[in-house]
């Protein structure tokens, strides 16, 4: 069975940053565009960064030019370097495939507050 596995989310201080981390078993990332997606408190879940299998990028406006996508199809794991964090980026975190689908992993909570 599909697995995803988020990791590296923490509480961080406003313009911190983090890198998160996203490992795949059984599946072959290298097939797949990956994307990470986030879920704040009562709304619903929405993908922030994208990256195709030859490695072009794309990124929802409220991050452009804070994250950073990449991928290690060697290592089967997919990143997220956050920097200069804001109060607003406060969620649960989560990777899956660009246009969901595989079950979705437990996700990694990242807080942004002073």
């Known amino acids: 069975q599909v697995q995803l596995v988020e990791s590296g989310g923490g509480l961080v201080q406003p313009g911190g940053s983090l890198r998160l981390s996203c490992a795949g078993s059984k599946m072959d990332f290298r097939i797949y565009a990956m994307a990470w997606y986030r879920q704040a408190p009562g709304k619903q879940r929405d993908m922030v960064a994208g990256?195709?299998?030859?490695?072009?990028?794309n990124y929802a406006d409220s991050v452009k030019g804070r994250f950073t996508i990449s991928r290690d199809n060697a290592k089967n794991t997919v990143y997220l370097q956050m920097n200069s964090l804001k109060p607003e980026d406060t969620a649960v975190y989560y990777c899956?495939?660009?246009?969901?689908?595989?079950?979705w992993g437990q996700g990694t909570q990242v807080t942004v507050s002073s």
């Open positions: 990256i195709t299998t030859g490695g072009s990028t």
């Open positions: 899956n495939t660009y246009g969901p689908s595989v079950s």
